[in-house]
């Protein structure tokens, strides 16, 4: 054989791999002019290496045949969808000045409900012994899932009460992301499946920890308990979101407790990732279920989630939307904050508006481009108006925006083309006075434990903050 003809092979394979993937990008995915072009850049400028990155990040995900729902549940929720866009909300109700916003949502498959309780869980002892506490009271079912989790202390605390409820006979159903949650083996979960207890990863490699989707993770946190009480937010399952590690010092996050009718709807996304991550199509819960407590509250919510499968960027058109509503204030908290042009824009008009933009972002970076990226958009908002600030005492990763004090969003989405258009989330949106005041009180309580970023401040950034910034913003599209 003749060995000096390998390299040459090699390369016209490698080339025309390159071809193929650059083709599928301008003629078969969905992707926005950016993200092209920065998939372009990197295939072409990185022959090898970029047909390899492009393995692991770039390719997309099939639509049409994703999720399955069975055919009497989609009948039933489309009949509602149609039934709720019909009912015309009174000038003089509280959600009239939302009804575009609330429409707008449903052409997601949001539903209008109601949760007959909210509770906001900013601190991860609150949150987890909360959480603890309602698994060990579960009478009928738990479902749980979660992008990270750790079989750390705090992940082992959670598990057992899994397992013993299982045990128990309460069916429980745990689902985790597999690259998010790679530590996870099998055996993990050997005697929790002879205990009747059911377990599935999402996009799971059958290489193991060489996962070939490093993009379209399911970044939600959710559960769910008796149809009764549910959570959604930003906290995952490992002893940092205790602010236990060295790295992060006091770990700041928002998820929300919620009862009533809004529970159904975050079941519905569990079942539908449940049923994503396998191949075998299961029969969705029937469970019984205990009756609901009676309750005089009534929170007006939608769930809305988005990911590569959708059919627009829901979720970041559902947060710019809140940004047009604006009439006074807008706050901000997220780990990542890389908006795309339109996302700014919508900044950039309510400031000129006259409307009090205020953003919360961490003072360290967990993953480096992303900050600097972050740091860069920030940086042009402070030149138009807004107040920026850097939490100090530890790690900012809650992803909430509350707008005049009147409607917030809560959930697991960051301010970024991963969640936006790559990852699966979901946010709760509370068209509730009470709620959205608590929560921006929440932000004023953290600005005192945050440094404010002003423009003479960000104006003397050293040379190599800079530089960093330039090559960050230039790979924004697809962080």
């Not at 409820?165 to 597999?178: C, E, H, N, S, T």
Request: glycine share 6%.
């Amino acid at each position: 054989m003749d060995y000096t003809l390998i390299l040459p092979v090699l390369l016209y394979v490698v080339l025309f791999a390159n071809v193929a993937a650059a083709i599928a990008i301008l003629f078969f995915e969905r992707r926005d002019v950016s993200a092209t072009w920065a998939w372009l850049m990197i295939l072409f400028f990185l022959p090898v290496i970029g047909f390899l990155i492009y393995l692991l990040f770039g390719r997309s995900l099939k639509q049409e045949t994703f999720y399955h729902v069975p055919e009497a549940r989609r009948l039933a929720r489309e009949e509602e969808l149609v039934v709720q866009a019909n009912d015309e909300v009174p000038r003089e109700a509280p959600l009239y000045p939302y009804r575009k916003l609330i429409q707008a949502n449903r052409s997601s498959g949001a539903l209008l409900t109601e949760a007959t309780d909210v509770r906001t869980l900013f601190d991860g002892h609150q949150k987890f012994d909360t959480l603890l506490a309602d698994i060990q009271g579960a009478q009928v079912e738990i479902n749980i899932q979660y992008f990270i989790l750790k079989r750390d202390p705090l992940g082992d605390r959670l598990l057992n009460a899994l397992f013993e409820q299982a045990k128990r006979g309460v069916k429980v159903r745990i689902l985790y992301d597999a690259v998010g949650s790679w530590k996870l083996k099998a055996k993990d979960f050997a005697t929790f499946k002879q205990d009747g207890g059911e377990v599935r990863s999402f996009f799971s490699s059958p290489l193991g920890i060489l996962n070939l989707r490093i993009n379209n993770r399911n970044h939600r946190k959710l559960c769910t308990i008796d149809r009764q009480i549910g959570y959604i937010g930003g906290f995952n399952v490992g002893s940092e979101y205790l602010g236990e590690d060295e790295q992060f010092g006091y770990w700041r996050d928002t998820h929300l407790r919620v009862l009533g009718p809004v529970v159904e709807e975050l079941e519905f996304h569990f079942e539908q990732d449940w049923d994503a991550a396998s191949n075998e199509r299961t029969d969705w819960s029937t469970a019984p279920i205990p009756p609901l407590e009676v309750a005089t509250d009534r929170v007006p919510v939608q769930i809305v989630t988005s990911g590569p499968t959708s059919e627009t960027e829901y979720l970041k058109n559902m947060l710019i939307q809140m940004i047009h509503t604006a009439e006074k204030s807008i706050y901000i908290q997220s780990p990542y904050f890389i908006p795309d042009a339109s996302f700014m824009d919508a900044c950039r008009i309510a400031l000129a508006s006259g409307v009090s933009l205020k953003i919360m972002i961490p003072n360290q970076p967990d993953h480096p481009f992303v900050y600097w990226a972050t740091y860069a958009a920030v940086g042009e908002l402070i030149k138009h108006g807004a107040e920026v600030y850097t939490y100090e005492i530890g790690f900012m990763h809650a992803k909430t925006i509350v707008v005049d004090g009147k409607i917030a969003s809560v959930g697991t989405t960051n301010i970024d083309a991963r969640s936006f258009r790559l990852n699966f989330e979901m946010n709760a949106i509370l068209y509730d006075t009470t709620i959205a005041e608590e929560l921006e009180l929440l932000f004023l309580s953290d600005v005192a434990d945050s440094a404010l970023l002003t423009r003479e401040k960000y104006a003397a950034r050293p040379r190599m903050i800079r530089f960093k910034e330039s090559i960050s913003r230039l790979l924004s599209p697809i962080l």
